[in-house]
């Protein structure tokens, strides 16, 4: 099981830019780039996701850059990385997995599929009661 690329960085853009919301401080994409060691593109690409996603905003201008667009207290991680990635497990995997017209010969009763599903609801549980003011503290402090 693996969170994509993606995810991680965007968490990481996500807590940079939290980090300077109470002093109401943007960030542009050079200064977020630079501090988490992402190339400038990759960094835009993300903060866009973020941003479609309601997680951040742009302000333009001269001190212009990104701001959360919400408090970290009402930022669950769970959603944020719904939309960055997606779930680890959804029910279109198996028909995603299956060749063609050919249906897996266990569908009604797949006991894999039943571990995925415990998997991903264990994991929904823990993601959904965190929230990004939780990932701005020590990683040593979060407990589930």
Request: proline residues 1%.
């Amino acid at each position: 099981m693996k969170f994509s690329t993606q995810e991680e960085y965007g968490l990481r853009c996500l807590i940079r830019i939290a980090q300077f919301y109470e002093m109401e401080k943007t960030l542009t994409i050079p200064e977020i780039s630079r501090a988490e060691g992402i190339t400038e593109h990759t960094t835009a690409k993300i903060l866009r996701a973020l941003r479609l996603g309601g997680f951040i905003e742009s302000v333009r201008g001269h001190l212009g850059g990104y701001t959360l667009a919400r408090s970290p207290n009402e930022i669950l991680i769970g959603n944020v990385l719904k939309e960055l990635g997606g779930k680890l497990y959804d029910e279109t995997f198996c028909s995603s997995r299956s060749k063609g017209d050919i249906l897996c010969t266990v569908t009604s009763d797949c006991s894999v599929r039943s571990l995925w599903v415990l998997i991903q609801n264990s994991v929904d549980t823990v993601l959904d009661g965190m929230l990004l003011s939780d990932m701005m503290t020590n990683s040593n402090e979060i407990s589930a």
